[in-house]
């Protein structure tokens, strides 16, 4: 028997090496059968070898001079050192016979032997060939053809999912979520979208649904089968069956996240009337809830509440202006947000009641409202360079200029890096470098050669050049000739504060080219009226410390100093000691944001609640206590 095994396995190889392999050793076939295939190129080739020799044993029979061709009796156009494509197919299935439809099947190109390649014949370095005859279209393809509206819609309703999910957990961060996906769905929103999501989540009796409809123009859609959507259909019958029984039953917070898309739409669309009728209505029934949940959505809907206010006639800075109206309300939010710890509410509303008192000009009260109102440490960084902005108007407009600067420094390293928020970058930067001038200093130029200020900034550019002179009548050229950008940005007001600082300007530089100069002089480069007026500024400028000089009232003249060593003066160490007191105040916000062992301290505080509800639910158990007994407390455990 071991030797009538060996002469079959001396067969296989014979009949192996007749269609151009290489024989294999009895050790390597006795290995190959001991061990499965597991590789797929090995599974090819012993899938190859069996059609190939029998179509060489068949050649055999017909004539023993004829030589044996290799895989069929013609050649393949790409067959590589003589080896041809070997047709591949499931053995599971019935064998396809050859009609001339070859492409529909997949075909590998066998690689050449090893004997081949020593040989050097032509295209050893080539990979093998894989064809698929109809292969379906990519994933990529197919996600290119989806309709942006079908697209909208599945993302609206997938968001009730996130929402439900932080009513269920109480996690915020789902909620926050859905508020950063509005920016994506903004770009497709129309009323039919609105129109459709609507119907698909609520029933048709729902008045919610009804108020949303008729906002938007749509109190006609039927609720069972919307005609204009047949092509818009999302999803198995089974989740439309789970949609229209959930639609009975909805959260507030999927109410309000669908009130916020209705209020953007129509501020999109410019329908300012009817977006604060339907915001007025919106904050009305948001005062009667009380969720926490709620509280970043309701953040959103009185944004949208005073935006739509601010652009209904009469327009601001009138006194009679529509956004003197919400005043009251949007008080009664920031006492009710403060009362019920609702710190994204809180935030949203201080800013906007700032806004609001900045538009009338009603500086006093926007004072008193920061003096009586703490701002919540915990408010998103948008809200806090918000606040910021306007804290540093309103300090630049009480002569200020230097709490102003630090809090406008605040609100430009703040400011949002993304494209959409350039306008708030812009705005900042303007009033910043118009408290720089009011303060003596000259803005660096680098801050002008910014991408996206360089063409916004050009007017104040030319305003820093005409005080960096010190002439008067450059000052008021460029100022009468940029007269509605500056009002338009609402600077206009603190740049004419710059004409005493022009002058002092003038004066230092004279200071630095004359070590004495009359004041006749002083009085026709500056352009002043008379004498006198040269007289009161250079003595103010001696007195502010702008110059290092001594006025000769009799023989009517200026003398400077001679200047010894700036490291004498009080310069250096005034610049160090603004450098200390920022790093300061990085440590002190960063050691608030993140208390040392906080951590650890709340675990315990939790560990311990946990074990107290845990003898409290035995004591009940076992009898030793009473319900009444064990207070409210364990109700709601």
């Known amino acids: 028997m071991p030797g009538e095994r060996r002469n079959l396995r001396s067969n296989k190889e014979n009949s192996s090496s007749t269609n151009g392999e290489k024989p294999r050793s009895n050790s390597q076939s006795s290995s190959a059968k001991d061990k499965p295939a597991t590789t797929r190129s090995t599974s090819s080739r012993s899938k190859a070898s069996a059609p190939v020799s029998k179509k060489s044993a068949a050649s055999e029979k017909e004539g023993t001079g004829s030589k044996p061709r290799t895989n069929g009796t013609e050649s393949v156009e790409n067959g590589v050192n003589g080896i041809d494509d070997v047709d591949m197919v499931d053995e599971n299935q019935e064998p396809v016979k050859s009609n001339g439809a070859a492409d529909e099947e997949m075909t590998v190109v066998v690689p050449p032997p090893k004997t081949s390649k020593l040989s050097g014949e032509h295209g050893e370095d080539q990979q093998d060939d894989i064809t698929m005859g109809n292969a379906p279209e990519s994933a990529s393809g197919e996600a290119d053809k989806i309709d942006p509206k079908v697209k909208a819609v599945t993302d609206i309703k997938g968001n009730h999912v996130l929402l439900e999910r932080a009513v269920s957990q109480f996690d915020a961060r789902f909620t926050l979520r859905v508020l950063r996906s509005i920016s994506s769905i903004r770009k497709h929103l129309s009323s039919d979208i609105l129109a459709q999501a609507i119907t698909e989540t609520y029933s048709a009796s729902s008045p919610m649904a009804k108020a949303l409809l008729a906002a938007i123009g749509k109190e006609d859609v039927a609720f069972e089968a919307v005609d204009n959507f047949s092509e818009m259909e999302i999803g198995s019958p089974k989740d439309k069956a789970k949609t229209t029984s959930a639609g009975k039953d909805v959260l507030p917070e999927v109410d309000f996240y669908l009130a916020i898309l209705v209020q953007i739409f129509l501020y999109d669309n410019q329908a300012v009337e009817s977006g604060a009728k339907f ?91 920061i003096s009586h109102s703490e701002y919540p440490a915990a408010a998103s960084n948008n809200q806090i360079a918000r606040y910021l902005y306007y804290l540093g108007r309103i300090r630049a407009i009480q002569l200020s200029y230097t709490e102003a600067h630090e809090h406008l420094i605040g609100a430009t390293r703040k400011s949002p890096s993304s494209h959409s928020a350039g306008g708030f970058y812009q705005a900042a930067s303007k009033l910043l470098v118009v408290v720089e001038l009011l303060m003596g200093d000259i803005p660096d130029r680098a801050l ?71 004041l006749r002089d002083i009085c026709m480069k500056l352009d002043l009226d008379s004498e006198e007026s040269a007289e009161y500024i250079v003595a103010k400028s001696i007195r502010d410390g702008v110059i290092e000089a001594t006025l000769d009232h009799e023989q009517a003249f200026m003398k400077s100093k001679e200047i010894g060593d700036v490291y004498a003066t009080k310069e250096p160490g005034e610049a160090f000691h603004d450098r200390i007191q920022a790093c300061l105040a990085l440590h002190d916000e960063s050691a608030m944001r993140f208390p040392m062992n906080q951590h650890r301290l709340e675990l315990k505080n939790a560990q311990e609640a946990r074990e107290r509800e845990r003898e409290l639910a035995k004591e009940i158990v076992e009898g030793d206590m009473d319900d009444d007994d064990a207070g409210g407390d364990f109700e709601g455990m």
């Open 279 to 369: 915001s007025t209505n919106l904050v009305e029934k948001l005062r009667t809830l009380n969720r926490r949940t709620l509280d970043p959505l309701s953040a959103r809907v009185y944004f949208y509440y005073s935006l739509f206010f601010e652009q209904l006639a009469p327009l601001p800075p009138s006194p009679i202006a529509s956004v003197v109206s919400i005043r009251q309300p949007l008080l009664q939010a920031l006492r009710t947000s403060v009362l019920r710890k609702d710190q994204d509410t809180r935030a949203t509303v201080t800013t906007l009641l700032l806004r609001n008192y900045l538009s009338t000009s009603h500086i006093t009260q926007a004072d008193l409202l």
């Open 448 to 518: 002008f050669r910014q991408p996206s200020l360089e063409h916004a900034m050009q007017p104040y550019l030319s305003l820093v050049q005409a005080v960096r002179v010190g002439k008067i009548d450059g000052f008021l050229n460029v100022v009468q000739m940029h007269n509605a950008v500056f009002r338009r940005d609402g600077t206009y007001t603190l740049i004419l504060r710059l004409r005493q600082n022009v002058i002092k300007t003038g004066i230092r530089m004279m200071s630095l080219s004359y070590a004495k100069i009359s």
